[in-house]
């Protein structure tokens, strides 16, 4: 399944009216020293309850990170696309898909605005529309709802973040289940992402990486997918960073294919046969059988012969790195499109996240006590409450995830075909006036 570039890229794809190319002014200089003595005292916490200095913020919400999982939701309308038969293609789309939703984070070290309880935010392209709701303050818990415009697939799932900082580094634990489900198939493809770590917050150069073992299961057949992302080191040539490769498994856990790539740029698979003959020209001894990968995997895309790509990364702009090294999708997130009307509780509305946008880093942080200050006063008649007692989303309710039976939330429908957006899930409770 060879594709070019241009055909890989969903910038390349979409007719549609301009979309701006940057943010309004570059971001502003950070005062490292207090930063410092600020992380110091954080040592061993959850960051995720501290409010932290908002010069070390990015201008977007977190539900607007959430977001970017569907950069390149182009890939599930080909997995649509796919014969019945064609399991074993339908799950590398999906697998490939599951790798390309991180590649966003690269350099992203900002870390986004906590939402506000009842926060928003929706996107909609001619490939996917996505909604993301807060559903939770204690635990902050986001859900989201994407689905094609015409029904080929639904990609769902909850976030719960865990942020710790352990001294020299920061790691960010996504805690949920994600699910892609295609009608058409009856198919659910499960998955948990993996954590993410910034090293170097005190001393030193920053550098990020995602580690650990992401497993994508075909709920139907049990064909699974198991991709490791390697761990780098601050020693490491910057060709062994961001390295992740698997195998495509039967239900037996027989391999199937052997994928490989960089969780930053691109994807590729290749045949059984094709790996082990590659690493008998390496001479490597290798053992086909074993869970264990060798230790000099290939690096570069479509290195190892008969390969094809799967995926690859569309290039930051040219001046990404003055403007929170944010993708060309990242971009757009916060745009207000004057032909679009978003719910008074989207993200776009959020006052101190729009002043950092425009550069205004006093106003950002004074806009950004004040509605933390808002949300505890709204919160304090329902003191020693369960949240739940009191609070009731308007999106989303609690639910069991069907397939790992973990805590999940459920989209209740309505919000697309609702032109005003204002159907309400309750009679008792009405979303506040958040912002």
């Excluded at 490597?284 to 059988?289: S, Y």
Aim: glycine share 4%; hydrophobic share 35%; aromatic share 12%.
């Amino acid at each position: 399944m060879e594709k070019s570039s241009e055909e890989l890229s969903p910038s390349k794809r979409e007719n549609s009216p301009p979309h701006r190319k940057k943010l309004p002014v570059p971001q502003p200089e950070k005062n490292n020293a207090n930063f410092w003595y600020f992380l110091k005292q954080c040592i061993g916490r959850e960051l995720t309850k501290i409010t932290m200095p908002v010069a070390w913020n990015e201008p977007l919400s977190f539900l607007e990170r959430i977001s970017e999982y569907v950069n390149y939701a182009f890939l599930l309308k080909v997995a649509h696309s796919t014969e019945e038969s064609d399991i074993i293609n339908r799950l590398q789309l999906v697998t490939t898909f599951a790798v390309s939703s991180l590649a966003s984070n690269n350099e992203r070290l900002g870390k986004p605005f906590n939402p506000l309880l009842g926060e928003t935010y929706e996107l909609r392209n001619s490939e996917v529309r996505i909604l993301c709701e807060q559903v939770g303050h204690h635990p902050p818990v986001s859900a989201f709802y994407a689905e094609h415009p015409d029904g080929h697939f639904v990609f769902q799932g909850s976030i719960n973040p865990k942020v710790k900082f352990w001294g020299k580094s920061v790691e960010f634990s996504p805690k949920g289940t994600l699910s892609v489900h295609f009608p058409a198939f009856n198919e659910t493809f499960t998955w948990s992402n993996v954590n993410c770590i910034v090293h170097n917050v005190i001393v030193g150069s920053l550098w990020m990486e995602h580690t650990g073992t992401m497993e994508i299961v075909n709920q139907k057949t049990k064909h699974r997918c198991v991709l490791t992302f390697k761990p780098g080191s601050w020693h490491s040539e910057p060709n062994n960073l961001h390295v992740v490769e698997g195998f495509l498994l039967d239900p037996n856990k027989n391999k199937l294919r052997f994928i490989y790539g960089k969780w930053t740029e691109f994807l590729c698979t290749v045949s059984i046969p094709s790996f082990e003959d590659f690493f008998k020209v390496k001479a490597e001894k290798i053992d086909i059988g074993a869970t264990k990968l060798p230790k000099h995997c290939p690096l570069n895309m479509c290195e190892i012969s008969g390969s094809s790509l799967l995926w690859q990364a569309d290039p930051r702009p040219e001046d990404s790195d003055i403007f929170y090294n944010f993708t060309e999708f990242a971009i757009r997130l916060n745009e207000i499109r004057a032909n679009e009307s978003y719910l008074h509780t989207d993200c776009r509305h959020r006052p101190d996240i729009r002043a950092l946008e425009n550069g205004l880093l006093d106003l950002a942080a004074s806009e950004k006590e004040r509605l933390e200050n808002k949300q505890r006063e709204y919160r304090k008649p329902y003191k020693g409450k369960n949240e739940s007692d009191w609070w009731t989303p308007k999106w989303f309710i609690p639910s069991k995830n069907e397939f790992t039976k973990e805590s999940d939330w459920k989209y209740v429908g309505g919000f697309w075909e609702d032109p005003k957006r204002s159907i309400p899930r309750s009679d008792s409770l009405k979303i506040p006036d958040i912002f």
